[in-house]
């Protein structure tokens, strides 16, 4: 029974291949989302506030067949949009709705009940901005920053983070982050390039901000102006293949080149122009500086502004979403008694997931980085995203409930901490589409019970991370201090990424952009397991330790994953019991 399609779409059209076969992938996202779209319950509002709260989910999601009762994660929804809907509920009704009560009430039905009754009690006047934690520092080297900046606040502490890890392990390139591709149709020469990149450092803070950790408390200044650095060569003389391995030359190199964040923005770029092959583009940055979003939104911008259709988002003057937004919240937070009483109480007896072999071991000094990388069967990806809409949950939960089993599997473990990396953008206009870095990496503790029908798994993980969409905004310093762990080990040693890049998928359409993209991220965590989803595709990308995690164990946890997957796809009604992974892999 497991085997009945759930839904059948008829297409007016099969899309195609270049060689004239259909395009199997295409056509199964085609009509996943058609089959979406009729299963849509159009029920029209029945009050002013759910009218009201249709026309944003509508615009947002930009879906008009959206009605009241439908699902918002059904829909389309993910923790972006999430911003966009929060930020235009309390502009057109002035309430306030945070992303973690948008989670747990996934309707626009749902959701009318709360704007309603949080408009009866909340005064109609707009309540005064939080005023920040005091951090105006009395010294002599403060003062000369604060007189030369636009801005001065305190660097968040996943930034400072990530710049201390930076600075030990200088020669490991370590949170320097690259990208580079070759593109055609489309000009890149210098001057325009120049051009482009000095109006988007004059739009965007961050493309003008230096970070010093010389300070009693570590800042980063924003200055009134900033040069972008530009590095451009000739590579029409070479051949396609010395072109590629030339880029490969450049990148190698530019990671010896550490960044000086307290001189200079750290970030740059490079373009070579390839003759008819088009141009090749790189840029490095620290990954303190942005994050992943904040990097496509970049390219997205770049490429529209080169284009000459980028049209800027209305102004919005002091209230604009910023970095500094993210200090002042998680300074509050760090003092909120309900945060600290919950993790005290959610980590307490906590373990970190180990490998066997490695109980108790101290975090190594040397890390030697090591990757695969592989698209995932594509047949498996749309049976996720209908599961997802079936249950009505993220599909990031789905993967998420994957990679706990697949842990669960390497480490003989059930009961272990691993870490999420969520976004903590500023839920207010503009948070979506400010340039920074808004991470925070999240400890999930979620003991698995493989008795239990993997459906039911799935809700009770979705109903834990909705949770932790409040709670996991305090920035993990918080949570570590507020639970007192102190163990040899560090807490978070394996991480889950989920990516969806949605933001650029237009411009990538308009741009010719060479499917092989050449990049380097790297952290310093032992097992990091991240999903990368563009339209149809979802490609996955495990990174390890290779002083902690041997090749054969890398190996074996993807086929433990992807098997999870199968499993919990065909048979979500069924108990996903360790015994079926463990023979479902050999059977692979």
């Known amino acids: 029974q497991y085997m009945w399609p759930r839904s059948v779409a008829c297409l007016q059209e099969l899309p195609l291949l270049g060689n004239g076969k259909v395009d199997r992938s295409r056509a199964l996202a085609d009509g996943q989302r058609h089959a979406m779209t009729q299963a849509k319950s159009g029920i029209a509002p029945r009050t002013a506030t759910e009218a009201v709260l249709v026309e944003v989910w509508r615009d947002v999601l930009q879906d008009p067949g959206i009605g009241v009762t439908d699902n918002y994660f059904r829909c389309g929804g993910d923790s972006i949009r999430a911003i966009q809907i929060t930020a235009a ?74 710049l201390y890890h930076a600075l030990r392990d200088a020669d490991s390139a370590v949170y320097h982050d690259q990208t580079a591709f070759f593109v055609s149709d489309i000009d890149l020469t210098p001057k325009a390039v120049e051009g482009v990149l000095v109006a988007m450092c004059a739009a965007h803070p961050a493309l003008r901000t230096t970070f010093h950790l010389d300070h009693a408390v570590p800042m980063q200044a924003v200055a009134a102006d900033a040069s972008p650095e530009l590095h451009c060569e000739n590579w029409r003389a070479l051949s396609r293949d010395d072109q590629d391995r030339s880029l490969q030359h450049y990148l190698r190199a530019d990671r010896c080149r550490a960044f000086t964040p307290e001189k200079s923005p750290p970030w740059r770029m490079a373009v070579f122009d390839c003759g008819t092959r088009g141009f090749a583009i790189a840029m490095s940055l620290h990954h303190a500086l942005m994050d992943g979003w904040s990097s496509a939104l970049f390219w997205d911008e770049f490429f529209r502004r080169l284009q000459g259709v980028w049209v800027s988002p209305d102004a919005l003057g002091r209230d604009a979403a910023s970095c500094r937004d993210l200090v002042v919240e998680q300074a509050e937070l760090a003092r909120d008694a309900g945060i600290r009483a919950y993790w005290a109480k959610e980590l307490a007896d906590a373990r970190p997931f180990e490998l066997p072999g490695q109980r108790g071991e101290s975090a190594r000094a040397e890390v030697v980085a090591r990757e695969i990388a592989t698209r995932l069967d594509p047949r498996i990806a749309a049976r996720v995203r209908q599961l997802a809409g079936r249950l009505g949950i993220a599909v990031r939960h789905c993967y998420l409930l994957g990679y706990l089993v697949a842990l669960s599997r390497v480490s003989y473990e059930q009961d272990f901490v691993a870490g999420i990396v969520d976004n903590v953008r500023p839920q207010k206009a503009g948070g979506d589409r400010v340039l920074g870095c808004f991470l925070n990496t999240v400890p999930l503790r979620f003991p698995l019970d493989f008795s239990t029908p993997a459906s039911d798994l799935l809700h009770a993980l979705d109903a834990r991370v909705t949770e932790l969409k409040h709670f996991g905004r305090a920035s993990l310093p918080t949570i570590l201090d507020a639970c007192g762990y102190n163990g040899a080990t560090p807490l978070l040693s394996s991480v889950f990424v989920y990516l969806n890049f949605h933001v650029i998928e237009d411009t990538r359409k308009a741009v010719r952009i060479e499917p092989d993209v050449f990049g380097h991220d790297r952290a310093n965590t032992a097992l990091d397991l991240i999903i990368n989803e563009s339209g149809a595709h979802a490609e996955l990308k495990l990174k390890y330790d290779a002083c902690r995690v041997s090749a054969e164990l890398a190996s074996g946890f993807i086929v433990a994953f992807t098997n999870a997957l199968e499993l919990m796809t065909l048979q979500p009604d069924a108990p996903l019991s360790l015994p079926s992974i463990v023979n479902g892999a050999k059977s692979r």
Do not use: K
């Open 89 to 162: 509920i309390a502009h057109s009704l002035g309430v306030t709705v945070s992303m973690a009560e948008l989670y747990a009430l996934p309707s626009v039905e749902q959701l009318a009940h709360l704007v309603e009754q949080r408009a009866s009690i909340e005064d109609s006047t707009s309540p005064e901005p939080a005023s920040p934690a005091h951090w105006r520092l009395d010294t002599e080297e403060f003062a000369r920053l604060e007189a030369n900046s636009q801005s001065v606040f305190p660097i968040s502490d996943v930034s400072q983070g990530m």
